[in-house]
């Protein structure tokens, strides 16, 4: 590609499928192999987004970018899914195993259960209220809810695939290659509009949608396709349990070392 813009699929609207539409930036973000455009067809339940103007605040124009109306699982967890999806019929698999707070784990179970693939779904019991109880009942769809901490959680999801020779999904590549679509929404957006856009603003619970959008910049402008000058900053707001560079400048690090991650709580 000569721009950016030879990445989007005109033959897709946003409000239908930001996968579809950007399916071509997939593999320019390192997804190897990348699906093809037929497999996110026949995986893809609906992964639309919009944009919509709020009024100006303190003369700052706002714009709010909508990932949940559109989108099948009613959350971005939806381009997750979907991609997931695509990726594990590619390699012929028929049953996985995958771990989350509840809106990742809805929208597996959601895609999974459509396409015939059968999923055991680990979560915390406190997050229960997340889940659609119409497709507990589904045929294939399996749900382990203990009263453990989210990072316990997915401990006891890996120790399960692990033992059964499940796979465990999505892998972590998956995941940043999904926001990819994202990155690419928000660019047109961004550019395409009558104002510049300077910030975006987002809630980060682990920052895989953050790192994964900014993953695409990144790769855009390194291969030439757009000006570094042109990509928005980041306003990100997260828990500070989750957010290991709180724990550094607490100490007066200047980087992220081994002793801020906590992969598991402690006592």
Not at 171 to 177: G, V
Not at 212 to 238: H, M
Request: proline share 7%.
């Amino acid at each position: 590609p000569s721009s950016w813009r030879d990445l989007v699929d005109e033959r897709y609207e946003p409000d239908r499928s930001l996968l579809l539409r950007y399916w071509r930036a997939l593999a320019l973000v390192g997804l190897r192999p990348a699906p093809s455009l037929s497999s996110l067809q026949q995986a893809s339940l609906g992964e639309g987004a919009r944009v919509l103007p709020l009024p100006p605040y303190c003369d700052v124009e706002l714009l709010v970018c909508d990932e949940t109306s559109l989108m099948s699982s009613g959350t971005n967890k939806a381009l997750d899914a979907c991609l997931t999806v695509a990726m594990i019929e590619r390699q012929g698999v028929g049953r996985v195993v995958t771990s989350s707070g509840g809106n990742l784990g809805h929208a597996l179970a959601r895609y999974c259960q459509v396409r015939g693939i059968e999923a055991f779904c680990f979560q915390p019991r406190s997050t229960g209220y997340k889940l659609d109880a119409s497709m507990l009942g589904s045929p294939g769809i399996h749900l382990v809810s203990a009263e453990l901490p989210e990072p316990e959680i997915k401990a006891l999801a890996r120790r399960f695939a692990e033992r059964f020779g499940l796979l465990h999904v999505p892998e972590l590549p998956w995941r940043l290659a999904a926001s990819a679509s994202r990155a690419m929404f928000l660019l047109e957006v961004v550019l395409s509009g009558p104002q510049s856009v300077e910030w975006i603003a987002q809630a980060m619970c682990a920052g895989y949608g953050p790192v994964g959008i900014y993953d695409c910049f990144a790769a855009l402008v390194d291969r030439g396709l757009l000006a570094a000058e042109r990509v928005p900053k980041l306003l990100g707001v997260q828990q500070q349990a989750n957010a290991p560079m709180v724990r550094a400048w607490s100490e007066g690090a200047a980087e992220i070392g081994p002793r801020h991650r906590r992969s598991l709580p402690t006592a």
